[in-house]
């Protein structure tokens, strides 16, 4: 269905009104298991509910659509599809090179587990294509990278990278998370892989955990589905048909979530009591140009420095009433954080510890005159 538009695909891909019922939303095939027709003579290849499900068959579906990609593997959290896509690739002896920025939780997988089976990691500036061409080594098989990363928001150029590790033998993982397929689609830039934490903006409402893996490569997906049957970190078919139900509006709510983000971080330049606004959408942020020119939009994450330090980011995250203290993001409720003692504390003393004055906000669907006065009572004048 690609030659549909976004929004067509959304709702569509993966599933055409059921033929006996005439459902036109994708049934919950709660089953464990599936009678066969004889011996080894399986129905529409379903055996078991952890080799295949009818209803996980229609969220990979979707989302390969929607990456514009041929294939998907879905998984039950984006950290277990994280694991599938380095086991996939990496041997011991192995490198791999990461942001120095990434999300606490693939750099606490990569250095405290991934370690321990002799894979090498460095990390690099995500939006220094020179630097991130420096970190490959003769071993690297992989470089990993967000963009937007999570939290400070770099951009890193898709195709650019996608040649450095294409020259190097290696494949580009592209975290698409923050971003979404809506605003970027990094399979058409030149990315081997697409992986997302399905639990943020694709299931969309703060009620589903999950992951996914798309990519084009019939091998790689192979190997997924051998890890994804072996390894057994699959989604639910309730999971699955949440995020299936939350992609059907992904850009609806995208383009709100960009609409009250801009504002927000428009506000927050001119506020007193922080130090920088990092947003891609602003002209002063470094990765502007290259944002624009591989997103649609800038997407809703804001993450803000505030005079004052730590003591100050946690008196900002304490005050507000409308953004809720939590972890994730995406949802169509607006968050905050404290992401060094929060989804980034993992990364404390080491090269990737993020600064103690920075908070992070996920900014929802909600009415903008009503956030712009929850963080204009928080932070004070």
């Known amino acids: 269905m690609t030659e549909l ?3 067509t695909r959304a709702v569509h891909a993966g599933f055409e009104p059921d033929p006996r019922t005439g459902a036109v ?4 095939y709660a089953s464990s298991t599936f009678a066969q027709d004889g ?3 399986l129905r529409d290849g379903y055996e078991y509910g952890r080799t295949g499900n009818p209803t996980r068959s229609v969220l990979e579906a979707n989302l390969a659509a929607l990456e514009s990609g041929r294939h998907c593997r879905a998984f039950a959290s984006g950290m277990a599809a994280t694991d599938c896509a380095l086991r996939a690739i990496l041997r011991p002896g192995d490198h791999v090179v990461i942001p120095d920025d990434a999300y606490g939780g693939t750099f606490r997988l990569i250095d405290k587990v991934f370690s321990q089976w002799g894979v090498e990691h460095s990390p690099a500036h995500v939006f220094d294509v020179d630097a991130m061409r420096a970190a490959i080594r003769p071993n690297t098989k992989l470089l990993w990278i967000e963009t937007p990363t999570n939290p400070l928001l770099s951009i890193g150029d898709i195709p650019a990278l996608a040649d450095i590790a294409h020259a190097a033998g290696a494949k580009l993982v592209v975290d698409n998370t923050f971003a979404t397929p809506y605003l970027q689609q990094p399979l058409l830039l ?5 992986t997302h934490s399905t639990t943020k903006y694709l299931g969309g409402h703060s009620d589903v955990v999950g992951g996914a893996l798309i990519t084009d490569d019939a091998d790689l997906d192979a190997a997924f589905g051998f890890l994804q049957n072996g390894a057994g970190a699959v989604p639910g078919p309730f999971d699955a048909y949440l995020t299936v139900r939350g992609t059907k509006t992904l850009a609806l709510r995208m383009e709100r979530h960009c609409d009250n983000a ?3 971080a428009d506000y927050l330049t001119r506020h007193p009591a922080v130090s920088q606004v990092i947003y891609p959408g602003l002209p002063e942020h470094p990765g502007h ?3 624009d020119k591989q997103m649609r939009r800038f997407g809703g994450m804001i993450s803000v420095r505030l005079h004052g330090g730590r003591e100050a980011a946690h008196e900002f995250c304490s005050r507000t009433k409308i953004f809720t203290l939590a972890e994730s993001l995406g949802g169509v409720e607006s968050l905050i954080e404290h ?3 929060m989804t980034h504390a993992s990364t404390e003393g080491s090269v990737l510890e ?10 929802g669907i909600e009415d903008v005159s009503d956030l712009l006065a929850d963080v204009e009572k928080a932070l004070g004048s």
């Not at 939303?25 to 919950?28: E, L, Q, R, T």
């Not at 993020?354 to 900014?363: I, K, N, Q, T």
């Open 5 to 7: 538009g976004f929004s």
């Open 25 to 28: 939303n994708v049934p919950i």
């Open 39 to 41: 011996v080894g003579g």
């Open 190 to 194: 030149g990315a081997d892989i697409v």
């Open 262 to 264: 801009e504002t927000i």
């Open 289 to 291: 140009v290259v944002a």
């Open 339 to 341: 992401p060094g003692a």
């Open 354 to 363: 993020v600064p103690a004055d920075l908070v992070r906000l996920s900014v």
